[in-house]
């Protein structure tokens, strides 16, 4: 199992980045699919998910700015980040949907910075 991320970087605040997870080695089209984030010294926290059927379901956090999509046939789970505030600063990683069974090896990650 892999999971790659990437489409991180830095954007001042109000605008948008669009993450990539690339999965291989799993059956992706049916398991559910969560995006997280991190901050160095604080829990890593769960920001996002999209089930199997394309069902989504956001944190407060980020609900209304971000959207969680899925092409099953690329293997791939998207987040598309808008109107971004310095607090969205972390880095994302995508891995099963809390919940949903045990968490696949966890990838590199992709940091985002959101300047003010």
């Known amino acids: 199992v892999q999971l790659v991320e990437s489409g991180g970087g830095l954007v001042q605040a109000g605008g948008s980045l669009r993450l990539s997870c690339a999965a291989s080695?799993?059956?992706?089209?049916?398991?559910?699919m969560g995006w997280y984030r991190q901050v160095p010294g604080k829990q890593r926290e769960w920001v996002a998910l999209?089930?199997?059927?394309?069902?989504?379901n956001y944190a407060d956090s980020v609900k209304g700015r971000f959207t969680i999509s899925r092409d099953n046939a690329k293997k791939t789970v998207y987040l598309q980040m808008n109107m971004l505030r310095p607090e969205d600063t972390a880095v994302y990683y995508c891995?099963?949907?809390?919940?949903?069974?045990?968490?696949?090896?966890w990838g590199q990650g992709t940091r985002v910075t959101v300047s003010s």
């Open positions: 891995n099963r949907a809390p919940g949903s069974g045990p968490p696949m090896d």
């Open positions: 080695g799993i059956i992706f089209s049916i398991i559910h």
């Open positions: 999209i089930y199997s059927g394309g069902s989504a």
